[in-house]
């Protein structure tokens, strides 16, 4: 059993292997082999068939010579008077040697004792011959039988009432010579038959088949290189015509696809590059915004040091100008010690002075203009777009139409938004929603900063907008900027207030002129 799972395993691997082979090779190599293998098994068959046709003819024509040789002998012997075996014998050599294929000629007679010959062309007596002279007596027919390469036919008869069987013996070897003659006739004209057959087809094929077959691929090779203008010739109305149209008509659509996808990647690019650009500018507005409320922080931590060290130092120098003043109304005092009195007393009006400065430099002007507070919320909004997608926080902006106008300093007024989203987009570090809300309260306007992070702590809402006072870790704010926000709000005659939401987060909401309600409900959240 082994010995017989490793030869199946040996015959499939070598089918396989020869499939390989076979599918490795060409299509016009492939159709030749099988045009080569067709004619070859035809031609080979035709040949088999006629050797075969001719060789039973032939063996029918030999039959037909046994037959006709022993009814001849039998008609010869019948029409005898008498039989002497002498005569017959030379009879039957005349006869042997007329005909060339016969190789033997016996007269049998039927006695009490059995069969026995009478005479034959043979040197010695045959069993064969006795048993087909018995066959054919009992038969009373012409009876014929074949043995190696001779075949033997013999005719009853009835010589003066005693039964007797002529037997003619002729040899097959004719047929035999045939056979070999047509093996080698087949082997000899079967490979130029399918030689030429096979080049002619292939001459045919060529025409009909592969020409077209490599122009299809040759167009499809340059279309696959990247020449989508290539065509396919069509050069019939077949079935490989129509191939050709329908891949001449698919590569149309697909140079046009093509076409209208570098037209759309072209305006894809170019809007790209405009968002680009467009990003670019909002990140520089960004930074200019940035440096402001950095630049607005100092300055209000400037001014805030400023008043504290006028009111630090203002109260001891008064004191001190007033004792000045004082001791030079003495009308007994040195004049020399007057003159060094008034030398203090100008030093105290000087520091006075730069106290005076610094609190002036602190305090920026502001600079009104009409404008939209839409437009306010909307750029705010896109510079921390950017952020805030960074975060997957989702900005709502709810505008009204028509927008409010408001008189306002524009950059200080942004710098308060910002200020308001910064500290939103803060509260929500792993996402969530930041909603910016305008509304128009009869003469005045009501901004709303919502956001849904964890809100703000209860015993730091009341200070939240005290300087250097802030809910982030150390190292990440200063505790000004909502301390600016007041105080841009409030140099702009508004009012903001801080409070938390119900559920989660917080609110800022800014009043700007008019009577503004700050019990307003918050606007639902999303």
Known sequence: MPQRAAAHDVAVHNRHTVAGWFRALSLRVRLLLVIAAIVGAVVTAVAVLEVRSFERTLEQEIEEAARLTARAVADELRSSRAVDPADVRDALHDLAEANPLVRSISVVALAPAGPELVASTLSEERADVLALSTRALAAGVVTTERRDDLLSAAAPMRVRDQPMAAVATVSLAPVQQVRERGRIIALVFTLPVIVMVTWLVDLTIRALVHRPIADIRGTMRRAAQGELDARASVMRDDELGAVSAGLNDML???????????????????????????????????????????????????????????????????????????????????????????????????????????????????????????????????????????????????????????????????????????????????????????????????????????????????????????????????????????????????????????????????????????????????
């Open 252 to 526: 149309a659509r697909l140079e046009g696809f093509n076409a209208a996808l570098h037209e759309r990647v072209r305006d894809a690019t170019d809007e790209l590059r405009a968002k680009n650009v467009q990003l670019g500018d909002s990140y520089y507005q960004l930074l200019m915004l940035r440096e402001a409320l950095a630049r607005a922080e100092r300055m209000a931590a400037l001014g805030h040091m400023a008043a504290s060290v006028a009111h630090q130092a203002g109260t001891p120098l008064n004191l001190v100008s007033g004792y000045v003043q004082m001791v030079r109304a003495d009308s007994t005092l040195d004049p020399r010690v007057k003159e060094r009195l008034l030398i203090v007393e100008t030093q105290i009006q000087q520091v006075t002075r730069v106290l005076r400065t610094m609190l002036d430099q602190a305090r920026q002007p502001l600079q009104r203009e009409r404008t939209s507070i839409a437009g306010i919320v909307e750029r705010v909004c896109d510079l921390a777009a950017p952020r805030a997608a960074q975060a997957d926080v989702r900005v709502e902006r709810v505008l009204p139409e028509p927008p409010p106008m408001v008189d306002v300093d524009v950059v200080q007024f942004e710098l308060v938004l910002l200020a308001l989203v910064s500290n939103a987009l803060d509260a929500m570090p792993h996402g969530g929603t930041l909603t910016v809300s305008v509304m128009a309260t009869g003469a005045g306007v009501r901004i709303e900063v919502a956001d849904t992070g964890p809100g703000i702590a209860a015993d730091r809402l009341d200070r939240i907008f005290e300087p250097w006072m802030t809910t982030k870790p150390a190292g990440h704010g200063t505790g000004l900027g909502l301390g600016i926000a007041r105080d841009v709000v409030s140099a702009h005659g508004g009012t903001i207030v801080a409070r938390n939401r119900d559920g989660s987060g917080a609110v800022f909401v800014i009043g700007l002129g008019g009577s503004v309600n700050f019990s307003v409900p918050d606007p639902p959240c999303p």
